[in-house]
């Protein structure tokens, strides 16, 4: 039944970005491009993307997610270290120069166009080479995420 939600779940995302226009390169790289044409069409997206995520988490807070035993918040007392900042980096410069984020590259790659396709490949060889290379590194300790999510 997760699974069958997961998919569920995935094809609205990818409907949501579709309708949205979000799918198309051009309109990211607009939004970024706050000293050109500026195209603030992204920030209404994000904006309706939190409210409705703000309502539902307010909402359910207090109650138990249907298909698992309990929600996953973000752990207090993360912390902000140098994986993280260059990770955000690395993927904010990608962003910027492609216009391409996951999402959508795994939306356009249901095209078959093969730009899409490559960097669907890209992105998952990274996933698993990066994830390879920090259970490799002494002393880290995952939150565990990426497992539960099966995406490893």
């Excluded at 069958?4 to 979000?22: E, Q």
């Excluded at 998952?124 to 995406?151: F, M, N, P, W, Y």
Aim: proline fraction near 5%; charged fraction near 10%.
């Amino acid at each position: 039944m997760q699974s069958i939600t997961s998919l569920i779940s995935g094809i609205l995302f990818a409907i949501g970005l579709s309708i949205s226009g979000m799918t198309d390169p051009a309109k990211v790289t607009g939004f970024l491009d706050v000293t050109g044409a500026w195209d603030p069409s992204l920030a209404w997206v994000m904006i309706g993307a939190i409210a409705v995520f703000a309502s539902a988490f307010w909402g359910f807070k207090k109650s138990r997610p249907v298909l698992a035993p309990a929600f996953n918040p973000p752990k207090s007392g993360m912390k902000v270290d140098g994986r993280l900042i260059a990770g955000s980096a690395i993927f904010g410069v990608g962003w910027g120069l492609s216009g391409i984020c996951p999402g959508p590259a795994v939306v356009n790659a249901a095209s078959g166009n093969a730009v899409y396709l490559l960097f669907a490949l890209a992105m998952a060889v990274t996933l698993v080479v990066g994830r390879r290379v920090t259970h490799g590194q002494a002393g880290h300790a995952s939150d565990g995420r990426v497992e539960d999510a099966k995406l490893a």
